[in-house]
T-cell receptor
Framework: KQEVTQIPAALSVPEGENLVLNCSFTDSAIYNLQWFRQDPGKGLTSLLLIQSSQREQTSGRLNASLDKSSGRSTLYIAASQPGDSATYLCAVSKNFNKFYFGSGTKLNVKP | GAVVSQHPSWVICKSGTSVKIECRSLDFQATTMFWYRQFPKQSLMLMATSNEGSKATYEQGVEKDKFLINHASLTLSTLTVTSAHPEDSSFYIC????????????FGNGTRLTVT
């Protein structure tokens, strides 16, 4: 069974810092990997989707990388802002009917 | 971008009553929809997967007679919590996908259910 681990569980940084969130998965046979953010009491917002054939995706200050062979993905946030404070989750898909989620990294960006 | 609408955003009901939660994909056809439950400070727990026109596939430990899922069209899935009890109080979230590797998973904003 696919297991997804996110480290660290929580992270607090001052505004302006660049930071990296980590996601690892045990089964490298995936179709895609997706990063989400979740604000308290809300659903999940899709940030980036990386296909299994891709190595990275970028959107604004966010950059996600994927190393399938080692079962790792990172989410890089540049020049962090207080508005980036949220819980970030990664999910991997082995087929279109199954998504496995990590437990998330709770990010706090201090003004 | 793709939008998934979930309604209601919160509901309070009395023990023993049933509650229906709707999940709609507003601008795409969702071949597959998922229902999750989330406990405070925990990640998502998949309850069931529903494909349009067929019976939902429930995860182990989820009572299919208690959590009724209907996916009658490509844009609508419903979750009905039957004979709700206080332990059913939780945050329920739906998600939807077109069902190919290029399609992201899109989430509704969740429904906070409180059973008194």
């Amino acid at each position: 069974k696919q297991e997804v681990t996110q480290i660290p569980a929580a992270l607090s940084v001052p505004e302006g810092e660049n930071l990296v969130l980590n996601c690892s998965f045990t089964d490298s046979a995936i179709y895609n990997l997706q990063w989400f953010r979740q604000d308290p009491g809300k659903g999940l917002t899709s940030l980036l989707l990386i296909q299994s054939s891709q190595r990275e995706q970028t959107s604004g200050r966010l950059n996600a990388s994927l190393d399938k062979s080692s079962g790792r993905s990172t989410l890089y946030i540049a020049a962090s802002q207080p508005g980036d404070s949220a819980t970030y989750l990664c999910a991997v898909s082995k087929n279109f009917n199954k998504f496995y989620f990590g437990s998330g990294t709770k990010l706090n960006v201090k003004p | 971008g793709a939008v998934v609408s979930q309604h209601p955003s919160w509901v309070i009901c009395k023990s023993g009553t049933s509650v229906k939660i709707e999940c709609r994909s507003l601008d795409f056809q969702a071949t597959t929809m998922f229902w999750y439950r989330q406990f405070p400070k925990q990640s998502l727990m998949l309850m069931a997967t529903s494909n349009e026109g067929s019976k939902a596939t429930y995860e182990q430990g989820v009572e299919k007679d208690k959590f009724l899922i209907n996916h009658a069209s490509l844009t609508l899935s419903t979750l009905t919590v039957t004979s709700a009890h206080p332990e059913d109080s939780s945050f329920y979230i739906c998600s939807a996908t077109r069902g190919d590797s290029n399609s992201p998973l899109h989430f509704g904003n969740g429904t906070r259910l409180t059973v008194t």
